[in-house]
């Protein structure tokens, strides 16, 4: 059972990027938004946060080698459309998690958000409603205090304030969703 796992998720990190691939597999691709999701709250509650690609293509993946199209085209991705800290995915990629509905979480595509601004779909690691899956309360507080202390820095560069600003409004629209006791939204300002 090791071997089928490792045979059909992989994961290689060089300079500031990590690359996670699946098998096209419904338990692959849970497993890949899982660790997408794990990855993610955890980098927050660091005050650390995850911006990336999810594409669907062919990629060779083995322990010490990593190219193809798809790497490509996640790389492009990232780079031109998420702007913000936040991880997207191409279409394909969406149409693949949302099929997948796994017994003990639901649906997949009940963690990912489509943005109302530019229409991307992202990973919704916030979400609070996807039940077995949601951060906890504590860790979501420590994630609004670094959000805080980023969004009250008053010498960060413009581009880099508007990324804070839009994760702030993004924590404030899931606890609207769904509020937690004994968190506030941020003051995201403009």
Same mark, same amino acid.
């Given at each position: 059972?090791?071997?089928?796992?490792?045979?059909?998720?992989?994961?290689?990190?060089?300079?500031?990027?990590?690359?996670?691939?699946?098998?096209?597999?419904?338990?692959?691709?849970?497993?890949?938004?899982?660790?997408?999701?794990f990855l993610s709250g955890n980098l927050a509650e660091l005050g650390v946060y995850a911006r990336g690609g999810v594409y669907?293509? $062919?990629?060779?993946?083995?322990?010490?080698?990593? %190219?193809?199209?798809?790497?490509?085209?996640?790389?492009?991705?990232?780079?031109?459309?998420?702007?913000?800290?936040?991880?997207?995915?191409?279409?394909?990629?969406?149409?693949?998690?949302? $099929?997948?509905?796994?017994?003990?979480?639901?649906?997949?595509?009940?963690?990912?958000?489509?943005?109302?601004?530019?229409?991307?779909? %992202?990973?919704?690691?916030?979400?609070?409603?996807?039940?077995?899956?949601?951060?906890?309360?504590? $860790?979501?507080?420590?994630?609004?205090?670094?959000?805080?202390?980023?969004? =009250?820095? =008053?010498?960060?560069?413009? $581009?880099?304030?508007?990324?804070?600003?839009?994760?702030?409004?993004?924590?404030?629209?899931?606890?609207?969703?769904?509020?937690?006791?004994?968190?506030?939204?941020?003051?995201?300002?403009?």
């Open positions: 059972m090791v071997n089928e796992y490792a045979a059909a998720e992989r994961g290689s990190s060089f300079s500031d990027c990590l690359v996670l691939s699946a098998a096209l597999n419904d338990r692959a691709i849970t497993g890949l938004v899982t660790s997408l999701l669907l293509g $062919q990629l060779c993946h083995e322990q010490d080698l990593c %190219f193809g199209p798809a790497l490509i085209e996640a790389y492009n991705l990232e780079k031109k459309f998420a702007k913000h800290p936040r991880i997207i995915f191409s279409t394909e990629a969406y149409g693949e998690v949302a $099929q997948v509905n796994m017994t003990s979480l639901g649906p997949l595509a009940s963690y990912l958000r489509e943005d109302v601004v530019d229409g991307w779909r %992202f990973l919704d690691f916030l979400n609070q409603t996807a039940p077995h899956l949601a951060l906890p309360t504590d $860790q979501m507080r420590v994630i609004r205090r670094e959000l805080n202390r980023h969004l =009250s820095c =008053s010498n960060l560069k413009p $581009q880099v304030r508007e990324k804070h600003v839009w994760l702030g409004r993004y924590f404030n629209l899931v606890l609207e969703e769904g509020s937690i006791v004994g968190i506030d939204p941020l003051s995201v300002g403009a």
